[in-house]
C-alpha cells in the first residue's frame, strides 16, 4: 500500500507544469554546456543514462496508476449497474469472459444501438411530420 500512495504522490508531482519546466530547463543546460565539454561522449552519456532511467522508472509508475484508475473506474461502473434496475446484471463479471463472448457482447451492444438510433430517427421523422 506504501508504493501506490507514494506512486499517486509522485504520478501528481510529475504531471505538474512546473515539472515539465524543470525538466525542460535541465535539458537546455545540459545542451548549453555543449561547447564546455566539446560535445564528448561523457556529455552525451549523461543526457542518454538519465532519460533512460526516468523513462524506465516512469512506465512502472505509470503503469501502477493507471491500474489504479482502471480499478476505481470498474468499481464505479460496477456499482452504478449494480444499482440500476433494468441493467443487465451478467456485465458485472465482464472480465472474467475471453476475447470471442466479449467480441459477440459488443456486437449485440451495437446492433441494439443501431436499433435505438433507427428508432429515434423513425420518431424524429414522424414528429416533424406531424407539426
Not at 499517486?8 to 564546455?36: D, H, K
Not at 552519456?45 to 512506465?59: E, G, K, P, R
Request: glycine share 4%; hydrophobic share 40%; aromatic share 8%.
Amino acid at each position: 500500500m506504501k508504493f501506490d500512495r507514494f506512486a499517486q504522490w509522485l504520478a501528481n508531482r510529475s504531471g505538474r507544469p512546473m515539472t515539465f519546466a524543470i525538466a525542460l530547463v535541465l535539458i537546455i543546460v545540459w545542451g548549453v554546456s555543449g561547447p564546455l565539454f566539446d560535445f564528448n561522449d561523457t556529455w552525451q552519456l549523461v543526457i542518454n543514462t538519465s532519460t533512460t532511467i526516468i523513462t524506465f522508472l516512469m512506465v512502472f509508475l505509470i503503469q501502477n496508476t493507471q491500474n489504479r484508475d482502471n480499478d476505481e473506474l470498474h468499481i464505479k461502473i460496477d456499482e452504478l449497474l449494480r444499482t440500476t434496475k433494468r441493467a443487465h446484471k451478467a456485465l458485472l463479471d465482464l472480465e472474467d469472459m475471453g476475447p470471442a463472448e466479449l467480441h459477440a457482447l459488443r456486437k449485440h451492444y451495437q446492433r441494439m444501438g443501431e436499433h435505438d438510433s433507427a428508432k429515434a430517427s423513425r420518431d424524429a421523422q414522424e414528429k416533424d411530420t406531424s407539426d
